[in-house]
């Protein structure tokens, strides 16, 4: 009997099919993200799940998954995952890291330049029919990347992209990270006054206890009055509240991939604003970076499926013991 895995988000038939030739496949093909009970129903005598950002995996799940083995989760990010929970059970999971960081560095310079020089508004008012007149001298008018300041919150691999890419356009970088890596071309100074300073902000830090609610009401009212804060990490970085009411008040600008709730909620504040630029969490979609996540989050899987130590492994202390109960 083959064991039994399940895939708890939407995937090509082909790698469904692929999938089934080792393992016993229960894949989820609603259209709409697995509730808990539904994940909690699929797992029961399953070894190995394969999930995504959209399915959380909480302690409960995991300790009622009692035959579990290994979590592949196609993301960099595991916050969705209850680590300690996994970890105390000694599952390893496995994660996607390294293969996204251009796809999403160019993403975050994408909404950096679409909200300061207004792009999804001015194609908007396009189609809306409003290009009534011909050159107008004071149409869109935005601001130049060029001459900004940007700042970086985060100077990790993605973090480092961004300012790679930055450099290019002759704008000054300054930057914070949790740690002292220093990055060449970017200032370092301290969390507060890169709110200060910067004309954009841009978040690059993993989600953790420390960093939730980094763009925080307190630093947010220290940005420059038409500042743009940048978020391609994740929704919880931000204060969303607080956000919301500087950009109701027409202080900042924001262009925003990632949200404190995903799907974004009809009726959220954000869709009735001009000012914000919304995309559906898409930093990582590009062809090329998609499939190196899933090869990755495969190779992973099978490996866990394997007993063998995952190649890419979010909690890698399991394999010397010290976590195990
Ligand atoms: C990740 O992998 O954590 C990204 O947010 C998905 O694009």
Not at 83 to 89: E, F, G, K, Q, V
Not at 159 to 183: H, P, Q, Y
Not at 273 to 288: C, D, F, R
Not at 315 to 325: A, L, Q, R, T, W
Request: glycine fraction near 8%; aromatic fraction near 4%; hydrophobic fraction near 45%.
């Amino acid at each position: 009997m083959k064991p039994k895995c399940v895939v708890a988000l939407g995937l090509p038939d082909d790698i469904i099919e692929r999938l089934a030739t080792r393992y016993d496949v229960a894949a989820w093909t609603g259209s709409d993200a697995m509730s808990q009970q539904q994940l909690s129903d699929a797992l029961a005598g399953a070894e190995s799940l394969l999930c995504a950002l959209s399915t959380p995996v909480t302690a409960t799940i995991i300790d009622q998954a009692t035959e579990l083995k290994v979590i592949s989760t196609i993301s960099v990010g595991v916050d969705h995952i209850d680590m300690p929970a996994a970890t105390r059970r000694g599952i390893p999971v496995g994660h996607t890291p390294g293969v996204l960081i251009d796809s999403t560095a160019d993403l975050a310079v994408a909404l950096m330049l679409a909200s300061t020089r207004r792009i999804a508004e001015a194609d908007q008012w396009v189609r809306e029919g409003q290009w009534t007149q011909g050159w107008q001298s004071d149409l869109l008018l935005g601001t130049d990347i060029s001459q900004a300041t940007v700042g970086l919150v985060g100077l990790g691999p993605i973090g480092e992209a961004v300012a790679k890419r930055l450099k290019g356009f002759g704008c000054k970088l300054i930057g914070w990270n949790r740690t002292s890596r220093v990055i060449e071309d970017v200032e370092p100074m301290a969390l507060d006054q890169v709110f200060e300073q910067a004309d954009v902000v841009s978040l690059h830090t993993a989600l953790t206890k420390e960093t939730r609610h980094i763009a925080s009401r307190e630093r947010l009212a220290l940005m420059r009055t038409g500042a743009t804060l940048i978020n391609t990490g994740r929704g919880l970085l931000v204060d969303e509240q607080a956000l919301i009411d500087e950009l109701g008040s027409g202080r900042l600008r924001a262009g925003l991939d990632v949200f404190r709730e995903e799907p974004l909620p009809a009726h959220h504040p954000f869709l009735a604003m001009k000012n914000v630029l919304l995309l559906p969490h898409v930093g990582s979609a590009t062809l090329s970076t998609r499939s190196a996540m899933l090869h990755r989050a495969l190779e992973n899987l099978n490996a866990g499926m394997s007993d063998l130590p995952l190649a890419w492994c979010a909690n890698p202390e399991i394999y010397h013991g010290e976590s195990k109960v």
